[in-house]
């Protein structure tokens, strides 16, 4: 079990991830497409930790896509997942 993430530090790391979204004209029609956001919102809300998990949540979704972000990025695969858990949205459910 890992120790969770700050939330200073999961934002951070998905920061960097929708840098990398960002920079990909591909992966950014497919953010978007997926969010309904438009570009300005998405500036706007850029910052919003509940954007952040589902930047998190939109990555981890493609594994080709996950493991080219966390190469770029120089980070462990297992980062986003921790950061994830770290935003709104992430908590872990026990159902029992």
Known sequence: ?????????????????????AADDDLLGAFLAQTGLAVDELKTQAT?????GGVLDFLMSDEAGLLAFCEAASIEPEMPGLARRSLPGGEEVHWT
């Open 1 to 21: 079990m890992h120790t969770p993430l700050s939330s200073e530090i999961a934002e951070a790391v998905a920061l960097q991830a929708l840098t990398h979204i």
């Open 48 to 52: 919003d930790p509940a954007l952040l």
